[in-house]
């Protein structure tokens, strides 16, 4: 049995991805990416325009508009009427299918229904920079509360390390307190050394002093006589 990995897809062309190597990329020799399409532009027979807007109006796509389009209109009223014409014009459609399959009205009921869904799909569309803006702040309202859950956890952390270092602060107390002790008895005991090793030194000074007149007495005791 053969065990190779087949892969789905065909690899792609050379001529593009070995132009991205890692030294090729560190040199800043790579491809440069295409300009930017400003302007009008075509795809897949299309024509669109970078100017216009993001959701273009159906005059500009010279359809027809069943609906009013002012400042207070409503929607979800427009998209009740539209779906009930949908559903009358389908009713109306299978009647005629049924009494006269070859009669020309039919395709004016099929293309009436294309434009009625258009305008409802327009209208829904109307809706997605809301839902744009809705899934941006509910994105950003989930980044928050994560981020909020780690510094809490990052506080908790904190607050448990804390009370560990009091726990051994107040165990070592005692044993500082008696090192603290015999540290001083061992000042006090190097104090009382170095006083007197002072005496010492001092009562060695008087003596060589007295024995130096000591010394000057024998000799002029000497010379009298």
């Not at 087949?6 to 295409?34: D, I, L, M, Q, W």
């Not at 508009?65 to 014409?85: G, P």
Request: one cysteine or more; a negative charge.
């Amino acid at each position: 049995m053969d065990d190779r990995v087949v892969s789905t897809f065909p690899s792609p062309p050379s001529e593009y991805y070995s132009c991205y190597t890692e030294e090729s990329v560190r040199n800043g020799s790579t491809p440069k990416p295409p300009p930017v399409i400003e302007g009008s532009y075509e795809i897949y027979g299309m024509k669109f325009d970078t100017r216009d807007p993001t959701i273009r109006s159906l005059e500009s796509q010279k359809i027809q508009q069943v609906y009013q389009n002012d400042d207070n209109l409503d929607r979800l009223a427009e998209m009740r009427k539209i779906n009930f014409s949908i559903l009358v014009n389908f009713i109306e459609l299978l009647d005629l299918i049924t009494k006269s399959p070859f009669s020309p009205k039919r395709f004016e009921k099929l293309s009436h229904l294309g434009t009625l869904f258009i305008n409802i799909h327009h209208l829904i569309n109307e809706y997605r920079p809301h839902q744009a803006r809705e899934t941006l702040k509910a994105v950003l309202e989930l980044q928050k509360k994560q981020k909020l859950e780690a510094a809490e956890k990052i506080n908790k952390c904190i607050d448990e390390v804390e009370s560990i270092i009091k726990t051994c602060a107040n165990l070592l107390e005692p044993v500082c307190k008696e090192d603290e002790h015999e540290l001083n008895d061992v000042v006090d005991t190097m104090d009382v050394q170095e006083n007197v090793k002072t005496e010492i030194a001092k009562e060695k000074d008087s003596l060589q002093q007295c024995s130096s007149v000591n010394q000057w007495l024998c000799k002029i005791t000497d010379e009298i006589e």
